[in-house]
């Protein structure tokens, strides 16, 4: 198994290792010298050796290149990263879930296969399983191997209560992932199961926790701040402190992505953060997002005029840009505002909210003492 992976990036070239957030960029020139150690069973360079004990404190000096090295080859497509929503279903049933449904489908396992080769060709390095909860689709561990096995930094986005299963703890130490983040939705049973709606959740994400920690698997917390837990942020904090080496707290709840307005009753008013000024979004050109039956979006919110890329292939990305420029143009109730200069949301969401006819204070600065164009 690989221990580093060398890979394209744009007009760039990345040296990286799984598991670990430092990586390096390289030349041309150099990443030819890694291909050529591979396809020619020569050692691995002594640059690439000196630069990996020095960055990760491994020894490569001497060692086989094509045993220790992964060469991800070149790509037309400039795309980096990808989310793709492995299975909308979930054993939770957040009041604040941005999903318009969750229904528990997809694709069969070797068109999910083929999907993971899809994406290795269009470019992406890194990519974010998400769901629904990823890690109980039937083809997790399946999908998670392979995408590791085709060089891809992987991230998971999960509720945790499946991190103590033996086969998900095992499979991501000994696969480890780019980052693990685990949603904290309280710091008791009371106010965690009240939003997940799913009696015994706080109990099953605990587990989890304890489970990775004595794994030694590194876990990011998302500190989900609702009307439910707000009493209790202090007390959250300190489980992340705990249990986590790295946290987030994430505040404004909203709609789901077709504009239903339930998930916006989850929301502490006294807590929602005026974010910072949008200053454009690379979503389609760079990265892109795709849902559990092989469709491809710029985002998970920007979901018009999806490609199937189980019919169109690769081909189909070359759509991608366009239809994503089309969506984040100022429209409807954003159009030829005063503000548009300073607005602190995308397109796509601030679609998602006037759809939803939420309050303006929860997303517009008109809500915010501005003034109406």
Not at 55 to 68: F, K, M, R, S, V
Not at 108 to 124: I, N
Not at 307 to 335: K, Y
Request: hydrophobic share 40%.
């Amino acid at each position: 198994m690989h221990q580093v992976i060398a890979s394209p990036q744009g007009d760039k070239f990345v040296i990286a290792r799984p598991g670990e957030r430092k990586g390096m960029q390289i030349p041309h020139a150099m990443y030819r010298e890694l291909s050529s150690a591979v396809d020619y069973g020569q050692p691995i360079p002594g640059w690439l050796a000196d630069a990996a004990r020095q960055a990760w404190a491994i020894e490569l000096a001497g060692q086989p290149a094509a045993d220790n090295l992964l060469v991800r080859p070149l790509t037309p497509l400039n795309y980096s990263r990808a989310t793709w929503e492995v299975n909308k279903g979930c054993n939770f049933n957040c009041e604040h879930c941005y999903l318009a449904e969750r229904r528990f489908e997809g694709l069969p396992r070797e068109e999910k296969s083929q999907l993971l080769l899809m994406l290795r060709d269009a470019g992406v390095l890194w990519l974010q399983l998400t769901g629904g909860e990823p890690t109980i689709d039937r083809d997790f561990e399946h999908s998670y191997q392979l995408a590791y096995e085709l060089g891809m930094l992987i991230e998971i986005l999960t509720n945790g209560s499946r991190l103590h299963r033996p086969e998900v703890i095992d499979l991501i130490s000994s696969m480890p992932p780019h980052k693990v983040k685990v949603s904290l939705y309280g710091a008791s049973a009371g106010s965690f199961d009240s939003l997940t709606r799913k009696p015994g959740s706080y109990k099953l994400l605990m587990k989890g926790l304890r489970a990775a920690k004595e794994a030694g698997v590194s876990l990011e917390l998302v500190l989900i701040i609702t009307k439910h837990n707000e009493h209790e942020v202090d007390a959250m904090r300190k489980i992340a402190q705990t249990y986590a080496t790295a946290s987030t707290e994430f505040t404004n709840i909203s709609p789901t992505y077709d504009g239903s307005p339930e998930p916006l009753a989850a929301q502490a008013p006294g807590f929602l953060d005026k974010s910072t000024v949008f200053q454009g979004c690379p979503a389609g050109h760079t990265f892109f997002h795709v849902d559990p039956h092989g469709f491809a979006t710029m985002c998970k919110i920007g979901r018009e005029n999806p490609i199937n890329l189980m019919v169109e292939g690769l081909d189909g990305l070359l759509r991608l840009p366009a239809i994503a420029d089309a969506q984040m143009l100022r429209s409807g109730g954003c159009s030829g505002c005063a503000l548009s200069a300073t607005c602190r949301v995308c397109r796509p969401l601030a679609k998602a909210y006037q759809e939803a006819k939420a309050p303006l204070s929860t997303y517009c600065q008109h809500g915010n003492g501005g003034d109406a164009p």
